[in-house]
T-cell receptor, first 119, second 119 residues
Framework: DVKVTQSSRYLVKRTGEKVFLECVQD?????MFWYRQDPGLGLRLIYF???????EKGDIPEGYSVSREKKERFSLILESASTNQTSMYLC??????????????????FGDGTRLSIL | AQKVTQAQTEISVVEKEDVTLDCVYE???????LFWYKQPPSGELVFLIR??????QNEISGRYSWNFQKSTSSFNFTITASQVVDSAVYFC????????????????FGKGTHLIIQP
């Protein structure tokens, strides 16, 4: 079975702190993603990585950075946390899509989410 | 730009009723992929189904069925004889085909439909 593990289910931090959210997958997936989920806005893509040391911005990268030093681990970093970053954060992973004629075919598999509160 | 609309914010039905969740999408690509995910109260996103744009065959899996209508850009989800355990937020998502090397595209999600099944 696919397993994506996020380090914390709940996290409370203070404004200005540097915050690390960790995500680990055990399926040897090349592609990994970070989303945030907010009421009324659904899920929005923050960053993704298609391989080790690779990263690309998603739709809302401002205020975030990521690190992918090992294939199984994808970290989301809030350099200086702000209250508007209070949200549910979801990590996902997926098999690569090497057939350029049919990308996007594999489903993403999600972790349980981290509910982050910035006070 | 791609877009997914789930017009029903919340649906409440009594157990054993049939219920249909609507999903309408917009994309300029001729090749794309549609997904449905379920998010129970525990928070994790569970993959339900994927559909390729070039495969218009509808699918049935137990009490679940999906109706893909390319002519109306819709990918609706029906639960037959609903049960309390079906209560969750359901997300429809779209992934476009992109020739971007690794193909690590993210998903565009609708805002979700909160389905409440009353006993």
């Amino acid at each position: 079975d696919v397993k994506v593990t996020q380090s914390s289910r709940y996290l409370v931090k203070r404004t200005g702190e540097k915050v690390f959210l960790e995500c680990v997958q055990d399926m040897d997936h090349e592609n990994m993603f970070w989303y945030r989920q907010d009421p009324g806005l659904g899920l929005r893509l923050i960053y993704f990585s298609y391989d080790v040391k690779m990263k690309e911005k998603g739709d809302i990268p401002e205020g975030y950075s990521v690190s992918r030093e090992k294939k199984e681990r994808f970290s989301l970093i809030l350099e200086s946390a702000s209250t508007n970053q209070t949200s549910m954060y979801l990590c996902a992973s997926r098999l690569p899509l090497w057939d350029h004629k049919t990308p996007g075919r594999q489903p993403q598999h999600f972790g349980d989410g981290t509910r982050l509160s910035i006070l | 730009a791609q877009k997914v609309t789930q017009a029903q914010t919340e649906i409440s039905v009594v157990e054993k009723e049939d219920v249909t969740l609507d999903c309408v999408y917009e994309t300029r690509d001729t090749t794309y992929y549609l997904f449905w995910y379920k998010q129970p109260p525990s928070g994790e996103l569970v993959f339900l189904i994927r559909r390729n744009s070039f495969d218009e065959q509808n699918e049935i899996s137990g009490r679940y069925s999906w109706n893909f209508q390319k002519s109306t850009s819709s990918f609706n989800f029906t639960i037959t004889a609903s049960q309390v355990v079906d209560s969750a937020v359901y997300f429809c998502a779209l992934s476009e085909a992109r020739d971007s090397g690794g193909g690590a595209d993210g998903l565009t999600f609708g805002k979700g439909t909160h389905l409440i099944i009353q006993p």
